[in-house]
């Protein structure tokens, strides 16, 4: 059931991102609102919930770019790894807004740049016929960070409140945002 429910939640997303903020840029750059959604989900501390989301994350964005599926994938999900595994190191008190900017932060610069490297491995090993165009990625990274970080606490919301939702379904103890 809660995968189901991840999944409602990241169809919206995905159509509220290809429907609604292609009119909403920032000086050229748009949000990544599935990206924010993993980075919320990561924060969430349930390994295996957070990399089903980077997972279907990551196709979503792959299938909505039309890049080599498996570039955003991939790079999701080795987010979602390192985030998991940072946050389960470092932090062992209480998540503050601190971490979540950090998190938002090499979210857009690591996975912008681990999909460029995987569609242009992909280029030249013949799997993919063009690769993401590294020199757009660069030209906009301040306005898609300064953007993500404008709505990286609202999806972090959404994060939360799709986990407790699942916990209250469950029967489950949930967490206060």
């Not at 957070?50 to 080795?78: E, H, I, K, R």
């Not at 932060?105 to 490297?117: D, I, K």
């Amino acid at each position: 059931m809660k995968y189901v429910i991840y999944l409602i939640v990241i169809i919206i997303l995905a159509g509220i991102q290809t429907g609604l903020f292609p009119y909403l840029k920032f000086f050229g750059a748009v949000p990544d609102l599935l990206l924010l959604f993993v980075v919320g989900s990561c924060l969430q501390r349930e390994a295996e919930d957070a990399f089903f989301v980077a997972l279907l994350c990551g196709l979503f964005v792959d299938l909505q770019n039309g890049v080599f599926v498996g570039s955003y994938t991939l790079s999701f999900l080795l987010l979602a790894l390192l985030l998991y595994l940072v946050i389960g190191r470092l932090v062992v008190f209480e998540l503050n807004f601190k971490y979540l900017v950090a998190a938002t932060v090499a979210a857009v610069v690591f996975t912008g740049f681990l999909a460029w490297l995987i569609s242009a491995a992909a280029v030249h090993f013949g799997w993919a016929a063009a690769a993401i165009d590294p020199h757009i990625w660069r030209s906009r990274l301040p306005q898609e960070i300064a953007y993500s970080l404008i709505l990286c606490y609202p999806l972090y919301s959404l994060a939360t409140w799709t986990h407790n939702s699942i916990l209250k379904l469950q029967g489950k103890k949930y967490r206060i945002i």
